[in-house]
């Protein structure tokens, strides 16, 4: 079964900055990849994923997140933070042959003025 | 938009109660999820259904079952619940295309926080 690791439970930036948020995963064998987002008492948003078309992926509010196979990663960024993209994200990996959809601890982010 | 509504936000229950969880789509999806948030483990799936009374254990089934009597309505049953059952329980579908392919995405609901005491 896939696992997923994001490094970093608590991300701190400035307002402007670069967000990076990392994500690894387990499998040898390309799989389906998503970034999801949660803002507070709400549930989970998708930002974007990864479906082996292009390796640079566009979602929404800014954010992209490159596949990168040789070191089985999906990093999310976005190149200046605002105040409203404080929230928790989660990135998520299924095989593609799997119902399961298996997540990462989430990293909150955090964003000041 | 595929809508998926849980019908409680927040709940209060006492040790040894009987507790229902209701999740309701209107997007006609085959396939349902209840998982359960817990802060620093992220999500962890405790039931799948990909058809009406089809059911499938996830990571985290016991203590839990499930119920799927019609398309739309998946129900997660807590039949004697626990304080280690306080959590934050999110219910999603998917969409077309077959059970075990696609990269479709999960949609979710906002989410049950429920609290045993």
């Known amino acids: 079964a896939q696992s997923v690791t994001q490094l970093g439970s608590h991300v701190s930036v400035s307002e402007g900055a670069l967000v990076l948020l990392r994500c690894n995963y387990s499998s040898s064998v390309p799989p389906y990849l998503f970034w999801y987002v949660q803002y507070p008492n709400q549930g989970l948003q998708l930002l974007l994923k990864?479906?082996?078309?292009?390796?640079l992926v566009k979602g929404i509010n800014g954010f992209e997140a490159e596949f990168k196979k040789s070191e089985t990663s999906f990093h999310l960024t976005k190149p200046s933070a605002h105040m409203s993209d404080a929230a928790e994200y989660f990135c998520?990996?299924?095989?593609?042959?799997?119902?399961?959809?298996?997540f990462g601890a989430g990293t909150t982010v955090t964003v000041r003025a | 938009d595929v809508k998926v509504t849980q019908s409680s936000r927040y709940l209060v229950k006492r040790t040894g109660e009987k507790v229902f969880l209701e999740c309701v789509q209107d997007m006609d999806h085959e396939n349902m999820f209840w998982y359960r948030q817990d802060p620093g483990l992220g999500l962890r799936l405790i039931y799948f259904s990909y058809d009406v009374k089809m059911k499938e254990k996830g990571d985290i089934p016991e203590g839990y079952s499930v119920s799927r009597e019609k398309k739309e309505r998946f129900s997660l049953i807590l039949e004697s619940a626990s304080t280690n059952q306080t959590s934050m329980y999110l219910c999603a579908s998917r969409g077309q295309g077959s059970t075990f392919s696609g990269a479709n995405v999960l949609t979710f609901g906002a989410g049950s926080r429920l609290t045993v005491l």
């Open positions: 990864y479906t082996s078309a292009a390796t």
């Open positions: 998520a990996v299924r095989d593609v042959n799997d119902y399961k959809l298996s």
